[in-house]
């Protein structure tokens, strides 16, 4: 089966930085994805990382360490909008795992 | 425009009866999957359906029922087998199994 552990609150000022962390425990791994969910609305792809390195996506970069069994989704210049919760998530054989979440909040 | 579409937004049934949440896609992707979540957790999958005329439990399967008789739609059923039917259920789908999903807009379940 799949266990994944991330951060369940964090908190950051409008225009810093923030890193958001997920290890897992996988039988079966393919790669590593990002989803962001506001309150109440449905999640939305991020990022996906098969490999080991970093992936940059504008403000959004995510990294993956398959030997450490650890990622990062890390957002930069943070800005209101960006508070929501953010899911990493496992790809493996046929399903993607879901993290229980952690919810970002974004201060002035 | 292509996406995935579920309705109705918000639904209130009575305890005890079954009630069929609905899920399209004009996608062209093969697989599909359900979603439940509850307040403050993550995605929990219920069923899950790489093609047509297939579908697997996921991991909390049990009260749910689904069919999969046309590539574009996943209807869901919560039975009144469900213990605890009150969620947000998402339906979402992906080009094959395992890939990068898109989500419907979620269906909010109250059953009193």
């Known amino acids: 089966g799949q266990s994944l552990e991330q951060p369940s609150e964090v908190t950051a000022v409008e225009g810093a930085i923030v890193q958001i962390n997920c290890t897992y425990q996988?039988?079966?791994?393919?790669?590593l994805s990002w989803y962001q969910q506001h309150d109440g609305g449905a999640p939305t792809f991020l990022s996906y990382?098969?490999?080991?390195g970093l992936e940059e996506t504008g403000r959004f970069s995510s990294f993956l360490s398959r030997s450490d069994s650890y990622g990062y989704l890390l957002l930069q210049e943070l800005q209101m909008k960006d508070s929501a919760s953010y899911f990493c998530?496992?790809?493996?054989?046929?399903?993607?795992?879901f993290g229980t979440g952690t919810k970002l909040q974004v201060i002035p | 425009d292509g996406g995935i579409t579920q309705s109705p937004k918000y639904l209130f049934r009575k305890e005890g009866q079954n009630v069929t949440l609905s899920c399209e896609q004009n996608?062209?992707?093969?697989?599909m999957y359900w979603y439940r979540q509850d307040p403050g957790q993550g995605l929990r999958l219920i069923y899950y359906s790489q093609i047509v005329n297939d579908f697997q439990k996921g991991d909390i399967a049990e009260g749910y029922s689904v069919s999969r008789e046309k590539k574009e739609s996943f209807p869901l059923t919560v039975t009144s087998a469900q213990k605890n039917p009150t969620a947000f259920y998402l339906c979402?789908?992906?080009?094959?199994?395992?890939?990068?999903?898109?989500f419907g807009p979620g269906t909010r379940l109250t059953v009193t």
């Open positions: 996608l062209n992707h093969d697989a």
């Open positions: 979402a789908s992906s080009i094959q199994s395992g890939t990068d999903q898109y």
């Open positions: 996988t039988s079966g791994f393919y790669g």
């Open positions: 990382n098969a490999l080991d």
């Open positions: 998530a496992v790809r493996g054989y046929q399903k993607v795992t």
